[in-house]
């Protein structure tokens, strides 16, 4: 059974930064796909950076601020959040896919970790 871990979450103010971490207990190659999702209360499931392979994407609201990597050694993929917004403010939860392709896509992803809270205070 895959597990993964995340790590990171924390209370910033706008405009602060955070950097997520989800440690994986295996090789991040051997998925398609590796996200990162969000949910804030009262809202639905959100798909915010995604990589597959050596692509790399992400929502239209976090473009140019939040940036998805990974280190296969360390097994572990990363999110950077830079130029935090009281709108990120949500828990952040890593995902892992079998199959590639959809990134954004929830359903497709059959790991998930328990969550990390991110709080962004105006």
């Known amino acids: 059974q895959v597990q993964l871990v995340e790590s990171g979450g924390g209370s910033v103010q706008a405009g602060g930064s955070l950097r997520l971490s989800c440690a994986a207990s295996?090789?991040?190659?051997?998925?398609?796909?590796m996200g990162w999702f969000r949910q804030a209360p009262g809202k639905e499931r959100e798909g915010v950076a995604g990589?597959?392979?050596?692509?790399?994407n992400y929502a239209d609201s976090v473009k140019g601020r939040f940036t998805i990597s990974q280190d296969n050694a360390k097994k572990t993929v990363y999110l950077q959040m830079n130029s935090l917004k009281p709108e990120d403010t949500a828990m952040y939860y890593c995902?892992?896919?079998?199959?590639?392709?959809?990134?954004?896509?929830?359903?497709?992803?059959?790991?998930w970790g328990q969550g990390t809270q991110v709080t962004v205070s105006s």
């Open positions: 995902a892992a896919s079998r199959v590639g392709g959809s990134w954004y896509n929830a359903m497709r992803y059959r790991f």
């Open positions: 295996e090789d991040t190659y051997s998925f398609g796909c």
């Open positions: 990589i597959c392979g050596s692509s790399t």
